[in-house]
């Protein structure tokens, strides 16, 4: 896996009171594993109890009464280094999950072979790499937002997958050009609802050009499944309904093993104090559930010099 550097100062919210703490590697240099962590607490209120301010698929939120339950989550991970091929990652995170509790969830568990500089690849449960913040969006120190915007990232409810990823990185000129593909399975709950991605492929395709800018490019597909009882009792209620058109409504609300795919690009500029990033995204099902389009634009100054922070992916 990647070591990536940030020099990132995370921003303030008048409503949110963050905060991260990390703690560094525990083992001994000549031990092949090591220990990380990193948290946030944090409490948000808004103006109003007639709503929930939530992250998509959370069932618990805040209103006036202020609430830890967005923000707060803690993490540990523990890295083996085998040899200079092999390696292994584990990482337990305990957030507030689809149905509303911290029960701790195993987030990755994969084992990855460094076959040349250039080409890698992994095998068991790894970060969904749908967006352009994927691996480290939990990591709340690593991020320049407080938390990352909900019209893009909150479009697939999904933080891991399992399955396997074939990685290469090789120079173009001046320009560094990664690409991945990636295929597997993945479930989550979303506001105690089970969702389920079978047969789930994608790809992304990633160039670092001079001056700072990197573009990014991104596609799966999957077969979306819902359980939700209510909704299967609805679609069989109108498969049984004499009347024309109603089981063709039935089977278009249906959501089982239906084609679901997220299309996503991206451009990134971090160039001395100035950091520019932008992304825009697609979702399309062939099930009730809707087609959605998000983007956001972010732009920040850092001021002083910048905090050195890394994350060991």
Not at 59 to 79: E, M
Not at 127 to 134: E, L, R, Y
Not at 143 to 155: A, E, H, S
Not at 276 to 297: F, I, K, L, N, Q
């Amino acid at each position: 896996m990647k070591r990536l550097t940030f020099g990132r100062l995370t921003p303030l919210a008048l409503a949110v009171l963050g905060f991260a703490a990390h703690a560094q590697e525990q083992a001994a240099a000549d031990s092949i594993f090591s220990l990380s962590g990193f948290g946030t607490v944090g409490a948000v209120g808004t103006d109003t109890s007639e709503a929930r301010y939530v992250i998509s698929g959370q069932p618990r939120g805040a209103t006036k009464s202020w609430s830890g339950d967005v923000d707060t989550k803690l993490g540990v991970q523990v890295n083996a280094k085998l040899n200079k091929m092999f390696s292994a990652t584990m990482q337990v995170l305990s957030k507030q999950n689809g149905d509303g509790s911290y029960k701790p969830e195993l987030e990755w568990a994969f084992a990855k072979a460094q076959f040349s500089p250039s080409v890698s690849a992994r095998l068991g449960r790894m970060g969904a790499p749908f967006f352009a913040v994927s691996d480290f969006r939990d990591v709340g120190y690593a991020n320049t937002w407080l938390r990352p915007p909900q019209d893009v990232y909150g479009q697939v409810p999904v933080s891991h997958f399992d399955g396997g990823d074939v990685s290469y990185q090789t120079n173009l000129g001046s320009a560094t050009l990664n690409l991945q593909a990636y295929a597997g399975k993945s479930k989550a709950v979303f506001e105690g609802v089970d969702i389920e991605m079978d047969k789930l492929v994608g790809f992304n395709a990633s160039v670092e050009l001079e001056g700072g800018i990197t573009l990014r490019a991104g596609h799966m597909q999957s077969d979306l499944t819902v359980k939700s009882a209510s909704l299967n009792q609805l679609v069989g209620i109108l498969r049984m309904v004499p009347v024309p058109g109603a089981a063709a409504a039935g089977n278009q609300i249906d959501a089982t093993d239906k084609k679901a795919t997220f299309t996503g690009f991206g451009i990134t500029l971090d160039r001395d104090n100035w950091l520019a990033m932008a992304e825009y995204t697609m979702r399309r099902t062939e099930s009730y559930v809707p087609d959605t389009d998000g983007w956001y634009v972010t732009l920040g100054y850092r001021l002083g010099a910048p905090w050195p922070v890394r994350y060991d992916e």
